[in-house]
Structure formats: structure tokens, C-alpha cells
């Protein structure tokens, strides 16, 4: 497999554009947007240097991973050859539906059709296409370059052959591949989202502050961050919307979101996109605040 196309230029498309295109890959990035797609060109370049910068990774190195590198702005053309497409666009089923109807009539016919999605379901996905065997979840971390897991996510459908294969690239790419079945939340969200979730209310029955609630998970568990400055690097919409269909897919009240989280993300405190979440944020300085509403 050699030709791999990325639907979606965001936060994730890019990561997953830079790790192909750095092991060798031929990676056409695709994007609706061409802002989008210069900006994730650019971070990509960026990220290079940083990898020379800690001499983790030679000029050499980069010139080669930006040849690797080609943008488009369509679709039919983005995929015309690709022998992989992996989409990471917008978490929305009708757009992914929209979108996956367009890879299975542009793409050759043996193309596997992976997606990075979060939370919706792939055997959905997969049925929305005529070659429902060969679509498959493959869901990198947040950032891409640095993150070794890679949750690979079979839909009823998945045929064992493209598993196999999805497999062993991922390992070409240096990451570690989990293989789980298509269930809401898949494994990751489905252990995470509640923990988050759990957090938000013991801050909210006052059991805990900010601070306190992260420093347990931290030092208590050996957590690299703690559950609610997690919610705001990941954004507090998301959680809330990964844990509506963690609640909605299996119609038990333990994954219903707590009532502050939904406050937070009606009144746009998102987290760090926004500025502000259980953390303020600002330019200026990387120093961990806590939002003056929960001093
Ligand atoms: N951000 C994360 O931490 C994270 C982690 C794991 C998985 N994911 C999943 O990855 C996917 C992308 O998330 P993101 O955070 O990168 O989103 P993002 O908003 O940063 O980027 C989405 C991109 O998709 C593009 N797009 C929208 N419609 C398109 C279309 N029809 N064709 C091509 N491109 C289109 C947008 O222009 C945008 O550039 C989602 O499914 C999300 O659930 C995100």
C-alpha cells in the first residue's frame, strides 16, 4: 500500500497526514477548505522543525516528507487512486454518510475506507457504502505524531482480511494497534467519557474543587492530566456529545451528562478553544489557571 488519501485537514486529518507522509507514504490531503489545507500544510512543516529542533529527525527527513505531500480540494480527485483513505472530517453522521457515499463512487474498488471518528457508529458507516467489508475505524490520538495508539474499530460487517492489513500498516507507522468491536464509544470514550463525566459532578455536588479533583487523578493515579483539564484540552462540546451517544446507544442513565457540563457548552465555555473552561486560557502564558467560576 503505498497511495493513502486523508479527508479532512483539522486538528486530526493533519497529524494523520504527517505520519503517513514521514513513513514513506504518497498522502493526498483532502479538505472542502483550502485555507484549511494550507494552514495544516504549515503545521506540518512546523511540526518537522520541532522534530529537528530536538534532533529527533534530519532536514533530509523533512524535504522528503513534504514531497510525500500533495492537497485537493475534491473529493474525485483526492481519491482516484488512493489504495487507503482514512476520513477525519467533521464529527457529523450525515456529513460522514455524505462523505463515505462519495469515497465508495470515487475510489478504486479495493480501496479500504477507514475513519478516525470519535463516536459514531462504523457498522453505520460501513452500511452506508456497497463494499460495507471493507470499511473499517482506525482512531488516532490527539496529536497524532505523538500518540502510539491506534484504536482499530471492526464494524459487523469489517471483513478479517482488511483488519489484518489495517493492522499490520498501523504498526508500519510506528503506532501500537488495539483491535475492539463496534459498540458505542468503542473502548476509549466508553472508559474516558465517564471518568470525565464523574469528575464534572463531583465538582458540581461541591465534593472537590478544580484543582483538587485533578490532583488526585494526577498524583493518585498516575495520570499525565487530570480529568477535567483533559475535558478542556479536548473541548467540552465534544465530551458532551460523545456522552449523549454513549447514553443514547445503550439507554442507561450512567452515561447521562451532568447538568454542568450541558450548562458550560450552551453558555460556549468550551474549554481551550473557547478560552475558558474548568481552566482559563490565554496567549500570553502556559501556566494552569482556574476559571474564576470555580474560585
Ligand atoms: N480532535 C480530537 O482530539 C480527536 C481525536 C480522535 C478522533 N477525532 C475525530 O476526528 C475527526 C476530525 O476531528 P478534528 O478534531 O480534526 O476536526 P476539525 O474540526 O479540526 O477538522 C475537520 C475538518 O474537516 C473538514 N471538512 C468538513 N467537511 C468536509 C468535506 N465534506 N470534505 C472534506 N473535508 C471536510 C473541515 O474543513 C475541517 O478542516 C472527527 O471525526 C473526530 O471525532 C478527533
Same mark, same amino acid.
Given at each position: =500500500?503505498?497511495? *493513502?488519501? $486523508? ?6 486529518? &493533519? !497529524?494523520? @497526514? ?5 513513513? %514513506? ?115 488516532? =490520538?490527539?496529536? *497524532?505524531? $505523538? ?6 474499530? &471492526? !464494524?459487523? @460487517? ?5 483488519? %489484518? ?131
Amino acid at each position: =500500500m503505498i497511495n *493513502v488519501s $486523508v479527508i479532512g485537514a483539522g486538528t486530526m486529518g &493533519n !497529524g494523520i @497526514a504527517h505520519v503517513f507522509a514521514q513513513n %514513506g507514504f504518497k498522502v493526498n490531503l483532502v479538505d472542502i477548505s483550502q485555507e484549511q489545507l494550507d494552514k495544516a500544510f504549515s503545521t506540518i512543516s512546523k511540526n518537522l522543525d520541532r522534530q529537528i529542533a530536538k534532533a529527533a529527525l534530519t532536514e533530509d527527513v523533512k524535504r522528503l516528507t513534504l514531497l510525500n505531500l500533495t492537497t485537493s480540494t475534491s473529493i474525485a480527485e483526492g481519491v482516484k487512486n488512493a489504495e487507503l483513505i482514512v476520513e477525519a472530517a467533521t464529527e457529523s453522521i450525515d456529513l460522514k454518510l455524505k462523505i463515505f457515499q462519495q469515497l465508495d463512487e470515487f475510489a478504486p474498488a479495493d480501496c479500504i475506507l477507514a475513519t478516525n471518528t470519535s463516536s459514531i457508529s462504523i457498522t453505520k458507516i460501513a452500511a452506508s457504502t456497497k463494499r460495507p467489508g471493507w470499511v473499517i475505524g482506525m482512531h488516532f =490520538m490527539n496529536p *497524532v505524531p $505523538v500518540m502510539k495508539l491506534v484504536e482499530i474499530i &471492526n !464494524g459487523y @460487517a469489517t471483513s478479517e482480511e482488511v483488519t %489484518g492489513k489495517i493492522v499490520d500498516l498501523s504498526k508500519t507507522l510506528g503506532k501500537v494497534p488495539c483491535v475492539v468491536n463496534d459498540y458505542p464509544g468503542f473502548i476509549a470514550n466508553r472508559i474516558l467519557m465517564p471518568m470525565i463525566n464523574e469528575a464534572i459532578y463531583s465538582l458540581y455536588e461541591s465534593v472537590a474543587g478544580v484543582e483538587e479533583i485533578d490532583t488526585v487523578m494526577k498524583l493518585g493515579m498516575a495520570h499525565p492530566m487530570g480529568p477535567l483539564q483533559l475535558a478542556d484540552f479536548i473541548g467540552l462540546d465534544v465530551c458532551l456529545s460523545i456522552l449523549n451517544v454513549l447514553h443514547e446507544g445503550f439507554g442507561n442513565q450512567k452515561f447521562a451528562p451532568c447538568p454542568l457540563l450541558v450548562n458550560m457548552v450552551n453558555a460556549g465555555f468550551k474549554g481551550v478553544k473557547s478560552g475558558e473552561g474548568f481552566y482559563k486560557y490565554t496567549a500570553e502564558s502556559k501556566k494552569l489557571v482556574v476559571s474564576d467560576r470555580f474560585k
